[in-house]
């Protein structure tokens, strides 16, 4: 059971991670930033937030799973949320994070969020709310004692 249960993690570990790498790209090409291995950025992106947190991802809590683009917004508001302000992990982090922001929230209906999406969106909006009141500019303990 281990070994399906962790062939079942990797598989939506990747899923996720696929939506910030598509993400990085984008902002590669477009020269947002620099060229660098945006699948495993993405990886450890995702990685981080899931083994802080794994009774979230891997259906432990209430036996359901985070869809794809909750754990992806999610995973990079936590990386926000635990990095520097200074950090140039955090500032690739946030162009990406933003877009995906909007597209939750433009978008929601089109994703069938179930209740956990829903707690890990309210955390990532909670991220990206403190972002706006100039979050950014200063330690990240204070994204974190804003969004709880």
């Known amino acids: ?19 910030i790498q598509k993400l990085l790209e984008q902002d590669m090409r477009s020269g947002l930033i620099d060229a ?41 508001a936590w990386s926000i949320a635990h990095l520097s302000a200074d950090s140039q992990r955090r500032r690739i982090c946030l162009m990406p994070f933003t877009r995906l922001i909007r597209e939750v929230y433009e978008r929601a209906a089109l994703y069938n969020f179930n209740s956990l999406d829903n707690m890990l969106l309210d955390y990532s909006f909670g991220v990206f709310e403190a972002l706006d009141d100039g979050a950014d500019f200063v330690d990240s303990q204070r994204i974190r004692d804003l969004v709880g």
Not at 1 to 19: C, E, P, Q, T, Y
């Open 36 to 76: 660098f291995n945006p699948i495993d950025f993405a990886n450890q992106i995702i990685d981080a937030a899931w083994y802080d947190q794994p009774e979230y991802f891997d259906g432990s809590v209430g036996g359901v799973r985070p869809n794809n683009m909750s754990l992806a917004t999610f995973s990079l």
């Open 1 to 19: 059971m281990g070994l399906f249960r962790g062939m079942i993690n990797a598989f939506h570990k990747s899923k996720a991670s696929v939506i």
